[in-house]
Structure formats: structure tokens, C-alpha cells
């Protein structure tokens, strides 16, 4: 019986499986490094507001804290967002009469609240609370970046599941205390650290030093058995890695 495929036929066919299996992996790997892309998560890019609001002006150039406009951030799962009211605590005297304020004094004469575009906005299938971070030694700009430099804001990570479990598996990595020193000639500074967007975590060059009653404790590193973070998972109770990777952690 005469052969009905030429030889090379079976070469074809392994090539064309072997292109075929390449072909599908890499659409899927393509997929993935979209959905992880700021196309999908938004990441860096500034949504437009009904004001231009600029926390690297009013954060780094007038040296105002997050707690004055976030005020229940250490208490609520959700940071708050300012009523108007608290904007014209000062633009009732300065800016009175700037254009781009005029939606500012509109709310605050009507009464109609402003409506703000959240920039870091998780899925409503994702429980986080505000306050438990905070409290645990979770500084702003671990999550939410340098607000403090940016003229608009934008959500500095992705918030994807696999950047939240990075951090709930080794929580020491970041987390700082709330009394510091870096310079050891003046007293530990009396003030939470957890808002102070210059922070450095300690070094040999930078050691931290805090204070724990009369006593201070020095450090010169971030993890490790004698590191800081270290240290503030255990002086302040975070629950080990297995209970906050858990699943119903965040998926209640």
C-alpha cells in the first residue's frame, strides 16, 4: 500500500503540538502580566477629582497630618474622608477667592458633600480594617506610598492579593514604632512614626533607639533575631503569619 503522508508529516506534528502547547502558555503568561499591569490595577495613575487636591503640598509643604483630614484612621476600618468643613477650616481665610476651590465653597454653602474618586479602592469581597494596621506599627506609606511627593493622588501598589500576602507573611518587614530616635544626641521623638513619610528603618548608619518606659532599646536592623521588626511583633502582638494568610482573614 503506497504511503498516504510523507515522512516529514510526523515532524510537522510534533512541531505543531509543541508550538501549539508554547503558543497557549504564553498567552496565558501575557494575560497575567496585564492583569498584574496599572491597566488593570491603576497603579500610579492619578483619577481625576472634583478638586485637584495636593498632598505633596499640603503633607510635605505645610506639614499637616494625616490624622487631621483622615481623622478615624486609628480607630475605624476606614480611614474617613474629610468633610468640607475641614477644608475651609483654612480656605475660609486663604485662597478665598481661587477658581479651582470654587466646588469647595459650593459644598460648604449647600451642604452637598463633594464626590471624591477613592484612589486605593479594594473589591468589596475584600475585609481591611484601617485602624488594626496602624496599630500594629503599619506606617501610611508602606501601603499607600509617598504621598507626601505626589501632586495628585494615585494608589502606590497594585492591592492585588498576592501583594497584601508578601507583607502578612513576613509582617517584621514593615513594621516601625511609634517612639524613635535617630540621632543619638536629642531624646526619643514623641510622636508616632507610623505617619512620618521620611522614616527609615534602622541601619548600621541609622540605628533606631526607642523608648520602653525608662529604659531605650537600640537597634540596628529590620529583621533578624535581634531587628526591630522583630521586636514589634512580639511587643505588639501581631498574630503569627499562618493566622493572617489565612483565608477568612480578609474573605469574611
Known amino acids: ?34 492583569q498584574r499591569s496599572p491597566y488593570f490595577t491603576y497603579a500610579g495613575v492619578a483619577k481625576p477629582q472634583p478638586v ?24 475605624s476600618g476606614f480611614a474617613g474622608i474629610p468633610p468640607t468643613k475641614t477644608c475651609m477650616n483654612c480656605h475660609s481665610q486663604i485662597w478665598t477667592a481661587a477658581p479651582m476651590l470654587e466646588p469647595v465653597r459650593q459644598s460648604y454653602l449647600t451642604g452637598k458633600s463633594l464626590t471624591w474618586t477613592r ?7 475584600a475585609y481591611f480594617d484601617h485602624s488594626i494596621h496602624v496599630n500594629k506599627g503599619v506606617g501610611c506609606n508602606s501601603c499607600h506610598g509617598r504621598v507626601d511627593q505626589m501632586p495628585l493622588m494615585y494608589n502606590q501598589a497594585s492591592l492585588q492579593m498576592e501583594w497584601c500576602i508578601s507583607c502578612h507573611r513576613s509582617p517584621e518587614k514593615n513594621l516601625r514604632p511609634h517612639y524613635v530616635k535617630q540621632d543619638p544626641k536629642v531624646p ?20 533606631v533607639t526607642i523608648r520602653e ?16 521588626g522583630t521586636y514589634l511583633v512580639k511587643a505588639n502582638k501581631v498574630r503569627s503569619p499562618r493566622d493572617i494568610t489565612s483565608c477568612s482573614t480578609c474573605h469574611r
Open 52 to 75: 485637584p487636591f495636593p498632598h505633596q503640598h499640603h503633607v510635605a509643604g505645610l506639614g499637616i497630618d494625616c490624622r487631621y483630614c483622615h481623622t478615624t484612621v486609628e480607630v
Open 213 to 228: 518606659g525608662e529604659t531605650e532599646k537600640t537597634f540596628t536592623s529590620q529583621t533578624g533575631p535581634d531587628g526591630l
Open 119 to 125: 484612589a486605593n479602592d479594594l473589591p468589596d469581597f
Open 1 to 34: 500500500m503506497a504511503q498516504i503522508f510523507h515522512r516529514s508529516a510526523n515532524s510537522i506534528a510534533r512541531a505543531s503540538i509543541l508550538g501549539g502547547l508554547i503558543l497557549v502558555v504564553g498567552l496565558l503568561w501575557a494575560a497575567l502580566q496585564l
Open 188 to 207: 526619643a521623638t514623641l510622636g508616632d512614626q507610623i505617619y512620618n513619610m521620611a522614616y527609615e528603618q534602622p541601619s548600621e548608619e541609622h540605628p
